[in-house]
């Protein structure tokens, strides 16, 4: 399979805390991107980072991208109890043709504690 | 921005009848609409690429016969699940790009549960 794997699957942190989710994949990569799903809803697009790119910045939000180890880093500083959602990256392969066609990994789910 | 609305957000059908979702780019029109499922605690599994004026690419061991997609119009694209079945139950979502190469926008799903 070609999907990406997240870890840690499940993190629990107190607010104002940082979060730190990684993620790995297995191919050759145009762009990685990461999502965010609220519990019973759609995913949000949260930040992009271009193959060419190491590290990016949104806000509280640090993604940071290693293509020789074919990982990456999503860093949620000050994390607040609003950010409790699943996170889910997402690889756009290289010289493909269809730009939306995205492999997800496998999310991982935080809870952040009030 | 760009928004992707899906309809309904849930529906409850009994074994052997079909039911059709929805998913419309509200703001933008899109030529490509991408069908996931997604069942408890997992991650999203693309199940087709919706292609406007043509047909849909299905992934592999997804059924075309079972998941009729069309996408008649440029902000349209719907997901027929045909003779549903209690494990079709899951989260169906859609997403859509706003122009090549952007993020995508997702719909806010459907919780289909097949009794």
């Known amino acids: 399979s070609q999907q990406g794997e997240e870890d840690p699957q499940a993190l629990s942190i107190q607010e104002g805390e940082n979060a730190t989710m990684n993620c790995s994949y297995k191919?050759?990569?145009?762009?990685l991107q990461w999502y965010r799903q609220n519990s019973g809803r759609g995913l949000v697009h949260l930040i992009l980072?271009?193959?060419?790119?190491r590290e990016k910045h949104s806000g509280r939000l640090r993604v940071t991208l290693d293509t020789s180890k074919k990982s990456s880093s999503l860093l949620i500083t000050a994390s607040r109890a609003a950010d409790t959602a699943s996170y889910f990256c997402?690889?756009?392969?290289?010289?493909?043709?269809?730009?939306?066609?995205?492999?997800f990994g496998q999310g991982t789910t935080l809870q952040v504690k009030p | 921005g760009a928004v992707v609305s899906q309809h309904p957000s849930w529906v409850i059908c009994k074994s052997g009848t079909s039911v059709k979702i929805e998913c419309r780019s509200l703001?933008?029109?899109?030529?490509?609409m991408f069908w996931y499922r997604q069942f408890p605690k997992q991650s999203l599994m693309l199940m087709a690429t919706s292609n406007e004026g043509s047909k849909a690419t299905y992934e592999q061991g997804v059924e075309k016969d079972k998941f009729l997609i069309n996408h008649a119009s440029l902000t349209l694209s719907t997901l027929t699940v045909t003779s549903a079945h209690p494990e079709d139950s899951s989260f169906y979502i859609c997403?859509?790009?706003?122009?090549?190469?952007?993020?995508?926008?997702f719909g806010n799903g459907t919780r289909l549960t097949v009794t």
């Open positions: 997403s859509a790009q706003d122009r090549v190469g952007s993020p995508l926008h």
């Open positions: 191919t050759s990569i145009n762009n």
């Open positions: 980072i271009r193959s060419n790119e």
């Open positions: 997402a690889t756009a392969l290289l010289y493909s043709s269809n730009t939306g066609k995205l492999i």
């Open positions: 703001d933008f029109q899109a030529t490509t």
